[in-house]
């Protein structure tokens, strides 16, 4: 069997951390340096010959890192890895799955090509997986693992939010809260929700009947808020309060928070899929279950 090594692209170190731990696997050294004209160089320091190599690097914000891990995973093939695995718990540009407007370009197969060119194997967190149904629709990586957060998220509602009533903002979340209320036996509803632009959504709310419970608004995504933020007005307007806000992956900066606490959020809590404040569930188990098999 190959031997395994582990490397933390710049800012994973916790989550690549806890995987060498619970996997009992080394840790990979790798410097990156950068030029003063902005340009970087990878130097691996460990011995990867003949070894399978996992890459730990999630991918929010990922024109700024892209060039890291290409440069990493170029490196460590060309010193005789023999297979490379990319854990990115979030994975970019799913949302672009479409040509919106003509002559949009369609970001998530066109990254896709990129990546599948990249590594043989890609592990990752509840995708947005909206009109393109499944990964291998759109990558050619030969193996691929689409875990999910649904499991920890019910439980982490179970131990904390008492006679939960679990509300999903946009009919894509029907995968998510579906799974996360049933897990649980929670009921739940799904607004309907028409986004206008990046910052301006429509949003249309069910019948309600959540007399005695504590409402708990799920989505895979908080970025602008927009979505939230707008669930949450119209839930106060009808007199709902104390609202917990739970994600996957939390791409939204202090400033959000601080407006989504306004609105009528009580808590704002995310899983460690992207290294955020608000990282309150930790995935890391569920990595490490699936590099086990
Ligand atoms: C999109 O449909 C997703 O499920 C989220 O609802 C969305 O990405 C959230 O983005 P924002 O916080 O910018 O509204």
Request: one cysteine or more.
């Given at each position: 069997?190959k031997?395994?090594i ?5 800012g994973?170190?916790a989550?690549a951390?806890s995987?060498?731990e619970q996997l009992?696997?080394?840790?990979g050294?790798a410097?990156?340096h950068e030029f003063?004209?902005?340009e970087?160089c990878?130097?691996v ?5 003949n070894?399978?190599?996992i890459l ?5 914000h ?6 890291r891990?290409?440069?990493l ?10 297979h490379l695995?990319?854990?990115?718990p979030?994975?970019?540009y799913?949302?672009?799955d479409?040509?919106f407007k003509?002559?949009d370009a ?8 990129l990546l599948?060119?990249?590594v ?6 509840d995708p ?6 499944k990964?291998?629709?759109i990558?050619?990586i030969?193996e691929i693992a689409?875990?999910h957060?649904g ?6 509602i179970a131990?904390k ?16 809260v ?6 649980i036996?929670?009921p739940y509803a799904?607004i309907?929700?028409?986004r206008?632009g990046?910052?301006?959504?429509e949003?249309r709310l ?7 419970k504590?409402?708990?608004l799920i ?6 808020g927009t979505?939230?933020?707008a ?7 009808l007199g709902h309060g104390?609202i917990t806000?739970?994600c996957v992956?939390a ?5 959000i928070?601080?407006?989504l606490?306004?609105?009528?959020a009580e808590?704002?809590?995310s899983?460690n899929?992207i290294?955020?404040?608000t990282?309150e569930l ?8 699936e590099l086990?098999v």
């Open positions: 069997m031997k395994s582990l490397f933390s692209l710049p994973n170190e989550l951390k995987l060498a009992k696997m080394e840790s050294v410097e990156f003063p004209d902005g970087i990878v130097r320091e460990s011995e990867v010959k070894k399978s190599a730990v690097c999630t991918l929010d990922p024109d700024a890192k892209l060039l891990l290409f440069f995973a170029q490196t460590l093939r060309e010193l005789g890895v023999l695995c990319l854990i990115s979030y994975l970019p799913m949302r672009q479409a040509h003509p002559g369609l970001s998530a197969s066109i990254f896709a090509k599948s060119a990249w043989d194997q890609l592990i990752t967190i947005h997986l909206h009109r393109i149904r990964l291998s629709d990558y050619s030969p689409t875990l957060a499991k920890k998220m019910s439980e982490w131990e939010i008492p006679s939960p009533f679990i509300i999903g903002p946009d009919e894509e979340s029907q995968q998510w579906g799974d996360v209320a049933g897990n036996d929670a799904i309907s929700k028409i206008q990046d910052r301006a959504v949003i069910p019948e309600l009947r959540v007399e005695n504590t409402l708990v989505d895979d995504i908080i970025s602008t979505t939230l933020l669930a949450l007005g119209q839930l106060r307007a104390k806000c739970l992956h791409l939204f900066d202090r400033k928070y601080d407006s606490l306004a609105a009528g808590r704002i809590v899983c899929t290294p955020h404040f990282n930790d995935l890391s188990g569920v990595i490490a279950a086990k």
